[in-house]
């Protein structure tokens, strides 16, 4: 319909979005992405990309964004980052994160050198249930019973058993990996990388 839209009227701008449906395909490609988040920025007032921080799943909604939300695994904060990948967010400072973001010990690791960072400690060990909880580090808490020492003990690789209960060290030991350990190791990586450019 968009189409047809656009070659009847080509002097009007046409946001496909606007339509009962957008073409297959169309929040799969970057550019529309940036589009429909440059129009919904506006539409919301925002004025940089930290006011980004502040949108929740109804904005996506009530402003004809559903499909990009559902692209996304309804995920406010991951279809953001994706739309304005020149930008170096911190998903922890969305209102909501994904589910398994701190499964990660890379993100673990990020977050802390953020947040040591931030509060301006001179190291991970001197951060308090205080610094986690006031910035965007409660769901890190919730994972490891509430308790920063935990989470600290947990940023040591040698200890990481978060593929399967192995960890890479087990693997080059033993010369054989459980069902899915690489795949798991490269979508973290891959992830990383998306979120670093």
Partial sequence: MAAIAKYLFPSVEWLPWRFKKV??????VAANQRRYLDWLGERLGFKDREDWYQVDSAAFLNNYGGGLLSEFG???????????????FKPWLFGRLARHYFDSVVHRREYIEWLVSKVGVGSEKELT??????NGGFALLSKFDHSPAKIIASLNIGDEREQGGVSVVDV?????????FFVRIIFSICLVLRNHH
């Avoid at 249930?129 to 006031?134: G, L, V």
């Fill in 74 to 88: 309804n995920s406010p904060a991951s279809a953001v980052i994706s739309g304005y990948s020149d930008f170096s």
């Fill in 129 to 134: 249930y205080d610094h986690f909880s006031m």
């Fill in 172 to 180: 080059i030991r033993s010369g054989s990996s459980p069902k899915g």
């Fill in 23 to 28: 073409p297959v395909g169309f929040w799969g």
